[in-house]
């Protein structure tokens, strides 16, 4: 038979079949309903058995339209068997079950029954469970607290619900815990709509059909909004109300956190919610927390901790530092049983529902104890951050988002050493990472924490004064990071002494800040200096010896010593290969620079082969915009120019140029040496005008940061007036 068709046909029910049958359902149907046929279509299969009473329970989060398939349902039914009776009971408090059961009894024409009368439900129970009242379907809409159904004093118990095999019974809940006490298997998960139904949705809500046309807006909004049926309906009665734009809402919605959960907190008119009951997406899930912190204290707790990190990939041990594994698979199954959080297949991480993370925040916040959780977070953080180092990059780098999402919620409040020693390792992972902005952001706060703390020179302020320097050059300020470098160098000598191991850090930042500003001699001299220190307090093969190697054989390259450089280079690589693996940022580092070495003797092939795999491995370890990948690219691209593959080294010369400016920005010293060989291979390939005006703009660019006289500059002018000549003279040679 059709749809809600073979248990309800056929039928002995409480009234005439010329009339139609009790109903109780307080919501007119929905017009704005889109269709959830898949799951309308299971509750008809569950509840079409008419052989046996039938329990269904649909489950899903708050505001994922559990509600409204119910009563869609309720609607089909009566739609098509005017002679079932249809009762509703909210199951948001005893006082409104009591209400309800006393419509029920009314409907029913149970004599001296209302709403003061002692044992209603179990009145009505056993005339709804008596063969004669035929065929009937009871909603119990909100059923979410478990231990409601487990308290006899108030009569709330399941043993209190009519049962008879002309009946069913069908539950809307957001607890899977809840659904599975009600109505064993029979479970109808509800979960966010598809892109396509989130549309309908929003059509259908919004006054103004035509904003829908601007698609971008439209797949950006829904996606912000998770999809989520109360969210949608809710933006589009806050962008009706106040006709603007999705793009417009957009916006608002991003400004601020703030002003994110002002406009997630509206309340809205919408006929199919309770008139007591606050129908925001802010505001909805405030039960669920509130019941969850009265039957799950350590629920709550990781909820709460939840809130102060990032949503996504949340580790498990950052939760559960000092519980044992069973209280918290049983606290975490509380808030998975809520639709509140996912596991991760396969995987100790978790993410929480995006919009439950900000509600959560709200919570909070209202209580006044954001603040103290998000302290509480710092800890279990700083207690579960290592220090970053290579070795252990798979378990710190998943742990940036997380921190910093707690540092800027800490930003405004005075920072405490907790917070500062939080902030340190953040910056060296940051810094790592290649993310210079951030790490300078973290290290000047940190350095000037320091100074006011310990005092100027102490070593560990003196210590982050010199990392600061080393971003600085990695930013391309190189007179910055000289002056701060030069200060901090000879405060180290005084403070901790010539042959310390942070005096020698500073030692090689400043060569490198003399290999950066082409000052060869100055380089050689100290590097040579600096390389002596380290090679008897560490040894000729230790990993830090080896990196100042690295500088020699770039003196030594610059200079014009390439096989100098070439032997160095092959050293330090069989080294880092034996030492730390192939894979080893380091190792990579050395792998291109022996590739730079093949590709200035002419030694393509060898060249290519080398450069492919340390970009490869550089893109899977540390990333695509890694400066170190972007460099490793960019040599690969001017192999390929060389070896005349114009095409594929347009590419990735492109690609180079791209992520400079979007990781570095467009006047950093590597952006600008990006864009000259992207020039060269335009012009080999024909397209001289765009490679003119390319190189002039580079040309004006390294004049205004780096000045005239530097080496790039001065080899890029005399390239310009070169192609400048050629040009001349091709036109004096066309034909007139």
Same mark, same amino acid.
């Given at each position: ?51 046996? *009473? =039938? ?46 059961? @006393? ?13 003061? /009368? ?34 006899? /004093? ?9 049962? =008879? ?10 607890? &899977? ?45 829904? +996606? ?41 907190? +509206? ?48 580790? +498990? ?21 809520? @639709? ?39 800890? &279990? ?67 000037? *924490? ?32 000289? $002056? ?21 850090? $500073? ?25 002596? *220190? ?100 960019? @040599? ?31 006047? !950093? ?47 890029? $002018? ?5 192609? !400048?000549? &050629? +040009? ?9």
């Amino acid at each position: 038979m059709t749809l809600v068709g073979r248990r309800f046909a056929n039928a002995n029910f409480l009234t005439a079949s010329s009339t139609k049958a009790p109903w109780t359902v307080p919501f007119r149907r929905n017009p704005l309903f889109v269709s959830r046929s898949a799951e309308i279509a299971k509750l008809d299969d569950i509840l079409s058995n008419d052989s046996a *009473f =039938s329990q269904v329970a649909i489950e899903g989060l708050g505001g994922v339209g559990k509600t409204q398939i119910a009563l869609e349902y309720a609607h089909i039914l009566r739609e098509r068997h005017p002679d079932c009776a249809i009762f509703w009971i909210p199951v948001t408090s005893v006082e409104s079950m009591l209400e309800a059961y @006393s419509q029920i009894a009314k409907e029913l024409q149970i004599p001296n029954v209302g709403i003061e /009368t002692k044992n209603i439900q179990n009145i009505v129970q056993h005339r709804l469970s008596q063969e004669s009242s035929g065929r009937w379907l009871l909603v119990l809409d909100n059923a979410d607290d478990i231990s409601f159904w487990a308290d006899k /004093t108030k009569g709330t118990t399941t043993s209190n619900l009519p049962n =008879s095999k002309h009946g069913s019974i069908l539950f809307t809940t957001r607890s &899977h815990k809840t659904a599975i006490r009600l109505a064993g298997r029979n479970i109808v998960t509800v979960k966010a709509m598809n892109s396509a139904l989130a549309k309908n949705l929003l059509g259908n809500t919004l006054i103004d059909r035509s904003l829908l046309t601007d698609e971008r807006a439209t797949a950006d909004l829904l +996606q912000k909004l998770t999809y989520l049926p109360l969210a949608i309906v809710q933006a589009a009665a806050f962008i009706n109300k106040n006709q603007m734009t999705l793009s417009e809402y957009i916006s608002l919605h991003e400004s601020t956190e703030e002003s994110t959960i002002d406009i997630l907190s +509206q309340n809205f008119e919408d006929e199919g919610r309770y008139e007591d009951g606050k129908n925001s997406v802010a505001t909805t899930w405030l039960i669920s927390f509130q019941q969850i912190r009265a039957s799950d204290p350590l629920a709550a707790e990781y909820l709460s901790l939840m809130a102060c990190v990032d949503s996504k990939n949340v580790p +498990q041990k950052f939760l559960s530092l000092t519980q044992s594994a069973t209280k918290t698979s049983d606290a975490l199954g509380t808030l998975k049983a809520f @639709s509140f959080i996912t596991n991760h297949e396969n995987s100790q991480h978790l993410d929480i529902h995006r919009l439950v993370h900000l509600a959560t925040r709200n919570w909070l916040q209202m209580q006044g104890t954001l603040l103290e959780w998000t302290n509480k977070a710092l800890s &279990h953080m700083n207690m579960l951050f290592p220090f970053p180092r290579e070795e252990n990059r798979h378990m710190w780098r998943p742990l940036l988002p997380h921190a910093r999402h707690i540092i800027e919620s800490l930003a405004p409040s005075t920072p405490t050493r907790a917070a500062i020693y939080l902030l340190h390792i953040f910056g060296y992972g940051v810094l790592q990472d290649g993310r210079y902005r951030e790490a300078r952001r973290a290290f000047s706060t940190v350095t000037d *924490f320091y100074k006011t703390s310990l005092g100027i020179e102490h070593p560990v302020t003196l210590s982050t004064q010199a990392t600061l320097a080393q971003i600085y050059l990695r930013q391309g300020e190189w007179s910055k990071a000289e $002056s701060l470098d030069m200060q901090t160098l000879d405060s180290l000598k005084k403070v901790v002494g010539f042959e310390s191991m942070v005096t020698l850090t $500073s030692m090689t930042a400043q060569v490198s800040i003399y290999c950066a500003q082409e000052r060869w001699t100055e380089a050689e001299k100290l590097e040579l200096q600096t390389l002596k *220190f380290y090679e008897r307090a560490l040894g000729t093969k230790h990993p830090q010896t080896l990196m100042n190697k690295s500088y020699l054989a770039l003196i030594y390259r610059e200079k014009g010593k390439w096989n100098q450089s070439r032997k160095l280079n092959l050293q330090i690589l069989k080294c880092h290969r034996t030492a730390l693996g192939t894979e080893h940022p380091l190792t990579l580092i050395s792998t291109r620079n022996l590739a730079d070495d093949y590709r200035y003797l002419g030694l393509l092939r060898k060249a290519e082969a080398l450069q492919t795999q340390a970009t490869e491995t550089s893109k899977r370890i540390l990333g695509a915009e890694h400066p170190d990948t972007i460099r490793a690219t960019g @040599s690969l691209a001017s192999i390929y120019r060389e070896r005349g593959r114009l095409k594929d080294a347009e590419k990735l010369h492109m690609q180079v140029l791209e992520n400079y400016r979007k990781t570095l920005g467009a006047e !950093h010293p590597s952006t600008l040496w990006a864009m000259a060989p992207l020039a060269d291979t335009w012009r080999r390939m024909g397209r001289y005008t765009e490679a003119t005006e390319l190189l002039e703009k580079c040309l004006h660019l390294e004049t205004k940061v780096l000045g005239a006289d530097y080496s790039g500059t001065s080899e890029d $002018s005399r390239t310009l007036r070169r192609w !400048h000549m &050629h +040009q001349q003279v091709m036109s004096g040679c066309t034909p007139s």
